[in-house]
């Protein structure tokens, strides 16, 4: 699964660098990661009393005791699973009183820890990473949007009632999630294929933030082949994947019966990498 292998590429992170900071994401797709880390620590000793955290994003006006709040979400997925400090645990607060005030105080945290090095996202329908909806400005930082149709209706869902579900969330902005030193997204489902293939193979535009990541140095893409189903280049990134000696560790264990990795170069679109895990770290 195109899930265990995003585990495992942060299980072995976090066990080359102890104080690893990693950024975080929500949603439905994370889940299956963070019990597989869970796992890990329980019965492999996957250690995070030395790391810090920092999430994408949360909701404007929800508290952190709310059941749908991402704090409410990531400490029942993971934080009270594992021996992570959750002081080092970091999320925007969307029940300050200030929230512009709060959103320069997350920059200044994220510059005070010296920035994330190994960054987690998801894709939402609308193409956008965190809550960076369309027309978003690439070179944006952490900040207050309105949240579009399209993500309200995704979400909403989760609320009860649904009318409950915020309109407005502070997000890390594009700019902010680029500054990591390493960035891996995770989608899968055939509901998110056209999305990807435009983030992956179309031009970068404002209109899906998520395509912002061709510009990264060192971005890993982790697709199932549902979610991967309208790529164009598959063979070209399968090749990549079976030959190129920085995934030898992955192919040396059969652990990943499916799923697709995809590498963006910074400067040469076309070196967008994708190929079948059929082996794991």
Same mark, same amino acid.
């Given at each position: ?5 995003v ?86 607060n969307? &029940? *300050? +009183?200030?929230?512009?005030? $709060?959103? #320069?105080? !997350?920059?200044?945290?994220l ?12 894709i ?101 082949? &549902? *979610? +991967?189903?309208?790529?164009? $280049?598959? #063979?070209? !990134?399968?090749w ?34 994708i ?7």
């Amino acid at each position: 699964m195109a899930t265990e292998l995003v585990a495992r590429v942060i299980a072995k992170e976090l066990r080359d660098n102890p104080r690893l900071v990693i950024g975080l994401a929500t949603g439905r797709t994370m889940e299956s990661v963070y019990a597989r880390l869970v796992q890990m620590h329980r019965e492999e000793g996957l250690d995070f009393s030395a790391c810090h955290t920092f999430n994408l994003d949360e909701y404007v006006g929800l508290p952190g005791s709310h059941r749908n709040s991402y704090r409410h979400y990531m400490n029942h997925n993971l934080f009270l699973n594992v021996n992570v400090n959750l002081e080092n645990t970091h999320l925007p607060n969307g &029940a *300050a +009183a200030d929230i512009e005030a $709060e959103c #320069d105080h !997350y920059e200044k945290l994220l510059a005070q820890c010296g920035g994330i090095d190994l960054q987690l996202l998801g894709i939402g329908l609308a193409g956008h990473l965190g809550f960076n909806e369309p027309v978003s400005s690439l070179r944006s930082r952490t900040r207050v949007k309105v949240l579009s149709p399209v993500t309200r209706a995704q979400n909403a869902k989760l609320f009860q009632p649904p009318e409950e579900m915020p309109r407005r969330a502070i997000t890390m902005g594009v700019g902010t999630i680029l500054d990591a030193r390493r960035c891996l997204l995770l989608a899968t489902g055939e509901d998110k294929a056209q999305i990807v293939a435009r983030a992956i193979e179309g031009p970068v535009t404002s209109m899906l933030s998520a395509t912002a990541l061709q510009f990264h140095p060192r971005c890993v893409i982790v697709l199932d082949e &549902a *979610a +991967a189903s309208q790529l164009q $280049e598959t #063979d070209y !990134y399968r090749w990549i994947f079976e030959n190129e000696p920085q995934w030898q560790t992955y192919r040396d264990e059969a652990t990943v019966p499916n799923g697709h990795v995809t590498k963006v170069n910074r400067w040469n679109k076309e070196e967008a990498q994708i190929s079948p895990v059929r082996n794991g770290i």
